[in-house]
């Protein structure tokens, strides 16, 4: 494992955390909704990452 494979993932934490941070201000969505769409953005990080990798 290289460390160009977790790539995805810290762009993942990187949304993760920027949802959170909106959210928090905003207050829009439940924690729950917040890490939903954190998923849904990582499957599409993946998609993109194996595609191109």
Known sequence: MTAAS???LILAAIVWL???RVN???RWFT???V???DVIVLILIQLVWLRWF
Request: hydrophobic share 60%; no cysteine.
């Open 18 to 20: 920027g949802f959170w």
């Open 24 to 26: 928090r201000v905003k």
């Open 35 to 37: 890490i939903f769409w």
């Open 31 to 33: 924690i729950g909704e």
């Open 6 to 8: 977790f790539v995805p």
